[in-house]
């Protein structure tokens, strides 16, 4: 059997520090990877760095800035590989993290993606928010992790060591068959940034393909690296990428009934800023919702380019069918094993 080239592409914007601290451990712990640091048009002197310091690395140099989707659209086109690995610059790989993956994804053709457990890097035992040990999403758009729902971050003991089928991996570390990323189109460059990985996961499971978490697989994530939470053009970007993506992918033939009780329920979020204080988070649930209508032509027209649930059945598998928002705030179900209790 031929061995499989696999890539890791690492996304930086002004990431000279975190380059600076996790790039020597991923070129210790990859070997047998082609590794490549692709730029997104830096001010700050970190590809001048990479390409002085480690000559072995692959600088791919992006004209501008257009965000997480475009600036992998543009260089993942330039790289070939089997498998893409994209990095982000914030995460601490460990030995053997990306082999276990491969070798899932290698004895099952039908695999498109995958990601290994995160866990916060400084808080070493608690998963990480952006991935956990695997993400899935409930019926109405709202993502969750095996080891995070909404603000509840659970202590790794092991509960979440199996590998498993989930919905969505995490763009922090994503495993991509190149062949699968193209076929779908990859990301969509109109999202900039966040929810993009839920995007091309559920595009890729409307085509039938698999998902996968394999936790043997461990590496921490910094998170927070180019938007905290708090930022208002994250809360902008989430609201307004969740809308849309739900509007493409969703295979319910009810899907317009979907959005607009989405829409209700962002109204109620926006409101709970406002009583919060939080008057900037409220005025960008208002842009993202005028933003979103103002795309609507051009998801009308992806969701039929695309025809979810029409070409082949799609993979629902890691979908929650409740409503995760009730489970958690009203039925005060905080645990990851507690809203989803049968898989």
Do not use: H
């Given at each position: 059997m031929p061995v499989p080239s696999v890539a890791v592409v690492i996304?930086?914007?002004?990431?000279?520090?975190?380059?600076?601290?996790?790039?020597?451990?991923?070129?210790?712990?990859?070997?047998?990877?082609?590794?490549?640091?692709?730029?997104?048009?830096?001010?700050?002197?970190?590809?001048?760095?990479?390409?002085?310091t480690y000559p072995s690395v692959h600088v791919i140099r992006n004209g501008s800035n257009n965000g997480y989707t475009g600036?992998?659209?543009?260089?993942?086109?330039?790289?070939?590989?089997?498998?893409?690995?994209?990095?982000?610059?914030?995460?601490?790989?460990?030995?053997?993290?990306?082999?276990?993956?491969?070798?899932?994804?290698?004895?099952?053709?039908?695999i498109a993606a995958a990601q290994p457990k995160l866990l916060d890097f400084k808080e070493r035992q608690t998963f990480e928010y952006a991935g956990g040990s695997g993400g899935y999403l409930d019926y109405y758009g709202y993502p969750f992790c095996r080891g995070r729902v909404f603000e509840t971050l659970e202590t790794d003991r092991g509960q979440y060591n199996t590998v498993e089928?989930?919905?969505?991996?995490?763009?922090?570390?994503?495993?991509?068959?190149?062949s699968a990323f193209h076929q779908a189109g990859g990301f969509d460059e109109r999202y900039f940034a966040h929810m993009e990985e839920i995007d091309l996961c559920w595009r890729l499971k409307n085509k039938g393909y698999k998902i996968y978490a394999v936790p043997q697989s461990l590496v921490y994530h910094v998170g927070g690296g180019t938007l905290n939470k708090q930022n208002p053009r994250k809360t902008f970007l989430n609201f307004r990428n969740n809308l849309s993506t739900l509007t493409k992918n969703h295979t319910s033939p009810f899907w317009m009934c979907i959005v607009f009780y989405r829409l209700l329920l962002d109204g109620v979020a926006g409101l709970k800023f406002l009583s919060a204080g939080q008057v900037a988070l409220f005025w960008q649930v208002i842009r993202a919702h005028f933003a979103y209508y103002a795309w609507l032509p051009y998801l009308l027209k992806q969701r039929q380019l695309h025809k979810p649930g029409q070409s082949v059945s799609p993979n629902n598998n890691g979908l929650f069918r409740g409503n995760v928002v009730v489970a958690y705030y009203l039925k005060k179900k905080r645990l990851f094993s507690e809203v989803v209790t049968k898989r």
């Open positions: 996304l930086n914007y002004n990431g000279l520090n975190f380059l600076k601290q996790f790039l020597p451990t991923v070129l210790t712990y990859s070997q047998g990877t082609a590794i490549i640091v692709a730029d997104n048009n830096s001010s700050d002197g970190s590809p001048e760095f990479v390409e002085n600036g992998y659209n543009a260089a993942l086109k330039l790289v070939s590989a089997d498998y893409y690995v994209l990095l982000n610059s914030d995460v601490e790989v460990t030995p053997n993290w990306w082999q276990p993956v491969i070798a899932q994804m290698e004895a099952d053709s039908s089928e989930i919905f969505w991996a995490s763009g922090a570390c994503m495993f991509v068959r190149a």
